[in-house]
């Protein structure tokens, strides 16, 4: 995926919130992707700024949780989004989780 859109991106890169489900990791080493895990704020959701210095040439893809796997509670995703826009990057929203 982030090979074939550029040439220059090396291994590819997703930035996920310390607090993303743990498939994630699996998922990263099934299709050769670092994942690169980001500490989250005090209340539990994605640190948007974290996130966004986290980002390399070699990012292609960020993720976020609504709602995230361990406390339950929404990330920023509209913000998370708009990093995303600006980068030219995937973004993956995870709603895996169920309340029931």
Same mark, same amino acid.
């Given at each position: 995926?982030?090979r074939?859109?550029?040439?220059? =991106?090396?291994? $590819?890169?997703?930035?996920l919130?310390?607090?993303?489900?743990? &498939?994630?990791? !699996? /998922?990263?080493?099934?299709?050769?992707?670092?994942? =690169?895990?980001? $500490?989250v704020g005090?209340?539990?959701?994605?640190?948007?700024? &974290?996130?966004? !210095? /986290?980002?390399?040439?070699?990012?292609?893809?960020? =993720?976020?949780?609504?709602?995230?796997?361990?406390?339950?509670?929404?990330?920023?995703?509209?913000?998370? /989004?708009?990093?995303?826009?600006?980068r030219?990057?995937?973004?993956?929203?995870d709603?895996?989780?169920?309340?029931?």
């Open positions: 995926m982030g074939a859109k550029s040439p220059r =991106v090396g291994t $590819p890169e997703m930035v919130p310390s607090t993303a489900h743990p &498939a994630f990791d !699996k /998922a990263a080493h099934y299709f050769g992707v670092r994942a =690169v895990h980001v $500490p005090k209340d539990f959701r994605a640190d948007v700024r &974290a996130m966004r !210095k /986290a980002i390399t040439r070699n990012t292609v893809l960020l =993720v976020g949780s609504a709602p995230s796997y361990p406390q339950g509670v929404l990330d920023p995703i509209e913000e998370l /989004a708009q990093v995303a826009s600006k030219g990057l995937l973004l993956h929203v709603a895996r989780v169920s309340a029931a």
